[in-house]
């Protein structure tokens, strides 16, 4: 659980690190076998068939990875309000397999307010149960061991997100 946690925190890292850049982000597919670990650019037709692939993929795990995580741009409403976000879906694979799912809400630098990132919110929490602090206190290392992104996730950091 906790080299998922430092992988999930890597990887979304890097996709705050890529949406303060106006373009479109494309969703990414992080891995990490035996100690190794890739990144997959998810780039297709559309958004939607990008996603599809990353979940079959997830689904399949041709690599036959430890530990993936799937992460692309979309909207979560919370309390009636629509808003960017990022969505993470996060799979270990093995003796104890384990899927969870986060979501990170953001303002884009477009917006007069400029880019603001907020904190990560558990969407689906795959039986973690009472093991939530250790998880985020490794997700905290695996960000901070990502260091431009975790700069921009600090300066740009809104707790109202």
């Not at 597919?29 to 190794?36: F, I, M, Q, R, T």
């Not at 990008?50 to 979560?76: C, H, I, M, Q």
């Not at 960017?84 to 384990?98: H, I, K, S």
């Not at 809400?105 to 973690?128: M, W």
Request: with cysteine.
């Amino acid at each position: 659980m906790l080299a998922l946690a430092d992988l999930t925190g890597r990887f979304l890292a890097h996709s705050v690190w890529c949406v303060i850049d106006p373009e479109a982000f494309v969703p990414l597919l992080g891995h990490e076998k035996a100690g190794k670990r890739g990144l997959l650019r998810l780039k297709h037709s559309t958004l939607e068939e990008s996603v599809a692939a990353g979940r079959a993929w997830l689904e399949k795990n041709p690599d036959g990875v430890d530990r993936a995580v799937l992460v692309y741009d979309t909207f979560l409403t919370v309390g009636g309000l629509k808003t960017d976000a990022l969505f993470l879906r996060a799979v270990e694979y093995g003796e104890r397999p384990l899927t969870l799912e986060l979501g990170l809400r953001y303002r884009p630098s477009g917006t007069a307010e400029g880019f603001r990132v907020g904190s990560p919110k558990v969407l689906a929490d795959g039986g973690i149960g009472d093991q939530w602090d250790p998880f985020f206190a490794q997700f905290w290392k695996g960000v901070k061991s990502h260091a431009e992104a975790a700069k921009v996730w600090n300066d740009h950091l809104d707790d109202g997100l």
